[in-house]
């Protein structure tokens, strides 16, 4: 048999251009900075894919060392975008004491169709130096400086495909010849996708300078995402790939996000040969979806079981990506289980469990997960499922320390996250018991048995029975604390490195993700 070739060249080329004007001025304690731009942006790419036949000599790359007459375009593609930008600024300060600034900036891109090309964002500032004020003269010899900003913006996003608002084609290569079918879905309705942020912020440094700290109170919210719509495949056909049509872009949605960020920093110097340096950053925030136009955007992914499992959802009211499931209350494991999990019916009587009204399946059996059935309809279905996890950490944070004693150098930088939940999905895999290979952890032996009653896990089943549902089961603790990096130094001493004409040699070892605690 002869060799193949595939040919995929491809070429590709951009520029910039950028002109800025900037106007400065100062009339007593009142400084003026006017600042002007223009920026424009093209790149260009294009390129495509061939098969070559027919090699007698698998030495040979070149197109050209294949039988022509049998060479095969699989494919080929180009593309244009370009951005055009203006920016006008105006800053303004009085005295070293008040500042304010606004901007409007305007963007058009090659993304969207005439009418939506254009996005106009603006921002606006202030600031009040309170240290510069007279009154606080008394306090000079421990506050160097506090501030307070005020700010809020607007920035837009157009990270999507090219002429996403037409149908495109794409190339089709068959027995029968090339030909071209349509690739996507148009929109032109499409426009910016665009952000607005308020930010009240608090500078300070105390003590020359030994401390310094800057809180920053901020609230995000993001609107009209650049969002590819799923549609079933007896509807698109599936991807072009598969000889269908991409499903269309849409602007929809909104998400807001809040929170608070603390930096705090401190230098001591206790002496000439030793000095600490310290740095704590602590963030918090909350997010939250405020409209998904009704969609609600689920994600599956595959376990090691060799089963697809939906794992989070997308929805109104809850935070992006959370874990979606059932609350699992216990294991059915005696007889009295069926009355302390029953439900409460519509004239507040307690109903007795009984066989197949707690499960999705009709054989609901001793060793069985039981879970809370949320509506009291005497049956666990999909109107039970719920929000079981925030994979969101509550708190972030940082901790960095620099010693050195004369020419020894230590620096400690440790990091963690508080509140966040997990999906063990590894867990559930390894002890669900359905299974060749899904029994690999050692734990899945304990599971429930008329000899093992008090067993941790349910009893045995398809992967597919409700028992091996996503359910709080599975969600755990996602909060740890990370040495991140610790790294230790010694100079050499000048007098001696300057000798082999050196002005700085330094020994360290470093070592990266070195504990964790969970």
Do not use: C
Not at 26 to 41: D, W
Not at 228 to 248: A, H, I, K, M
Not at 471 to 479: A, F, I
């Amino acid at each position: 048999s002869f060799a193949t070739l595939n040919y995929n060249p491809s070429s590709g080329n951009s520029w910039n251009l950028k002109n800025m004007l900037t106007y400065r001025n100062t009339i007593g304690k009142h400084n003026f900075t006017v600042l002007a731009v223009q920026e424009s942006n093209r790149a260009h790419w294009e390129g495509y894919s061939m098969v070559g036949n027919g090699y007698k000599d698998n030495n040979d790359h070149t197109l050209a060392g294949s039988d022509l007459t049998k060479a095969e375009l699989k494919s080929t593609y180009s593309g244009t975008q370009t951005l055009s930008s203006y920016l006008g600024r105006v800053v303004y300060d009085y005295g070293d004491k008040y500042g304010l600034s606004a901007a409007i900036r305007a963007d058009g891109s090659s993304k969207f169709f005439v009418g939506n090309k254009w996005g106009v964002f603006s921002s606006a500032s202030g600031s009040w130096k309170i240290s510069n004020e007279s009154f606080m003269e008394g306090t000079k010899k421990y506050v160097d400086n506090i501030k307070i900003r005020f700010g809020w913006g607007q920035t837009g996003n157009n990270q999507i495909g090219n002429n996403l608002y037409d149908s495109n084609l794409h190339v089709v290569v068959s027995s029968m010849g090339t030909s071209y079918l349509p690739s996507n879905t148009p929109n032109k309705d499409l426009k910016w996708e665009t952000q607005d942020q308020t930010n009240l912020g608090l500078d300070f440094t105390m003590f020359k300078s030994k401390l310094t700290a800057s809180v920053d109170l901020y609230k995000k919210v993001s609107k009209n995402f650049l969002y590819q719509v799923p549609l079933p495949n007896f509807l698109s056909g599936g991807g072009d790939y598969e000889g269908g049509v991409n499903p269309p872009y849409f602007n929809l949605g909104s998400m807001e996000n809040k929170g608070i960020e603390i930096t705090l920093g401190y230098h001591a110097k206790f002496s000439e040969n030793f000095s600490w340096d310290s740095s704590l950053n602590f963030t918090k925030y909350e997010n939250r979806v405020t409209d998904m136009a009704g969609l609600n955007i689920v994600k599956t992914t595959g376990t090691l079981a060799y089963n697809v499992v939906s794992v989070s959802r997308t929805q109104e009211g809850l935070p992006i990506g959370s874990f979606l499931g059932y609350e699992a209350l216990g294991i059915y494991r005696t007889d009295d289980d069926l009355l302390k999990y029953g439900y409460t019916d519509a004239a507040g009587n307690k109903v007795v469990l009984k066989n197949g009204t707690n499960s999705l399946l009709p054989n609901f059996v001793k060793g069985d997960v039981i879970y809370k059935d949320l509506n009291n309809d005497g049956k666990i279905d999909q109107n039970d499922l719920k929000a079981i996890g925030n994979p969101n950490p509550k708190f972030t944070y940082g901790f960095t320390n620099n010693f050195k004693y004369k020419n020894v150098d230590l620096s400690i930088f440790v990091q963690g996250t508080a509140g966040n939940k997990l999906l063990n999905l590894t867990r559930s895999s390894g002890t669900m018991n359905s299974g060749l290979g899904a029994n690999y952890l050692t734990e899945a032996a304990d599971f429930y048995s008329a000899s093992n009653i008090n067993g941790s896990l349910p009893t045995p089943s398809s992967y597919d029975h409700i028992n091996n549902a996503i359910s709080t089961r599975m969600v755990e603790d996602g909060s740890y604390l990370r040495v991140q990096n610790v790294t230790l130094g010694y100079s050499l001493p000048v007098d001696i490195i300057s000798k082999i004409k050196l002005t700085r040699l330094r020994i360290y070892a470093s070592g990266q993700n070195l504990f964790t605690f969970t």
